[in-house]
């Protein structure tokens, strides 16, 4: 093997692949990054068996062939170089690079003995902008569950069983995210598959790699035995998907509420931030809603710190209530939303509120309100 590619070509694709390596002490080669020759193309390739993530460089090729490098000794070394041209060749699972006055010689490990990412051979099922695609992401994905006992919840859930209307939620019991996005699917001939789990991990690295790209370009996303592929110019991502069947939410969204609001919300906001800091040990802040003065007071209070109470003015329809919700999953809603104006409908002190943009149905998040 031997070749010659640009430092910033190389680092751009370690960037991509080098994030899902960690320290594997069972399988040493899992520490590694996969690197595959063909002709004036490198491949590099790394995976912890539940994810893979690749990249493609060009590079002037003399000597296709393949080898595995420690990922974190590649990655601190050709960061540090010139962007100039590195010249790369291996001899006897040993890899040198040269870039100007700088070498270096790395151990490599036999790329046989690297797991095999799997290829999925069907047709998308969806190609979507990448910036639309992160976005989408980035609003849901803070609501994940990390849990043990119900792994169904631990990731992005997928509906796409609509004709027109495809959905992302997510949940972790206590608060909810459901993004409705009009997309074009290609339903696979002779399948039935209408909805998908994909996992935390999955999508936060899908999150980070598409931050990184230069510009947007489509991404391609393929379902095959229960995996899915998100493939791009620049990148593919391989994840096998969470198996198990996603709770049926449906039944905490309503459209018709009790007491209605529409406030600004950068100064719900502010009063939630004032008041986390007098709350106590569950985090509680208080909502009391007065219908007929318009207002909305935010109140917390910690027996050792004290108290602090905020009125904020609002357009309130329907009956005074008073609940208490976690500041920290209030303000984590609120932060998915980009419009000045939500609408929050509450229908008891017990029952779930549900925050939305101001005219915008697109986007749902549902919180649950702590019980005393």
Do not use: H, W
């Amino acid at each position: 093997m031997k070749i010659i590619c640009l430092q910033e070509n190389f680092k751009k694709g370690l960037n991509i692949v080098q994030n899902i390596i960690g320290k594997n002490l069972t399988l040493p080669i899992l520490n590694n990054i996969l690197l595959d020759v063909s002709k004036n193309k490198l491949k590099l390739s790394a995976t912890d068996l539940e994810l893979a993530v690749s990249s493609d460089i060009q590079c002037k090729s003399e000597k296709t062939g393949s080898i595995t490098i420690p990922a974190k000794t590649l990655f601190n070394f050709v960061n540090t170089l010139p962007n100039k041209k590195i010249e790369i060749s291996v001899k006897n699972n040993i890899i040198n690079l040269k870039c100007e006055n700088y070498q270096s010689s790395i151990n490599g490990l036999n790329s046989k003995d690297f797991p095999i990412i799997p290829q999925l051979k069907n047709k998308p099922i969806l190609e979507i902008n990448s910036n639309k695609l992160k976005e989408i992401l980035e609003q849901v994905i803070n609501f994940v569950s990390f849990s043990d006992i119900r792994p169904e919840i631990n990731g992005i859930f997928f509906n796409f069983s609509l004709e027109k209307n495809s959905k992302f939620v997510t949940t972790d019991s206590f608060r909810l995210g459901e993004k409705t996005v009009s997309l074009k699917i290609n339903k696979q001939k002779g399948s039935d598959l209408s909805s998908i789990i994909i996992p935390y991990k999955t999508a936060q690295e899908l999150i980070r790699i598409i931050g990184n790209q230069e510009k947007d370009e489509n991404i391609k996303v393929i379902i095959q035995d229960n995996q899915i592929l998100f493939t791009s110019n620049n990148f593919e991502l391989i994840s096998k998907l969470i198996k198990g069947n996603y709770p049926n939410y449906k039944q905490l969204i309503t459209d018709k509420f009790e007491t209605n609001i529409l406030i600004e919300k950068e100064e719900l906001v502010k009063a939630i931030k004032l008041s986390s800091f007098f709350s106590s040990k569950i985090n509680d802040v208080r909502l009391r809603i007065n219908s007929k003065k318009g207002i909305i007071e935010v109140f917390s209070q910690d027996l050792e710190l004290g108290e602090n109470l905020s009125k904020i003015k609002a357009d309130i329809k329907g009956r005074d209530m008073e609940a208490i919700f976690n500041y920290k999953y209030l303000l984590d809603g609120l932060n998915s939303i980009n419009s000045k104006k939500i609408s929050i409908g509450f229908n008891s002190e017990v029952s779930p509120g549900i925050i939305k943009p101001e005219g915008d149905s697109s986007f749902t998040y549902v919180v649950m309100p702590i019980k005393l």
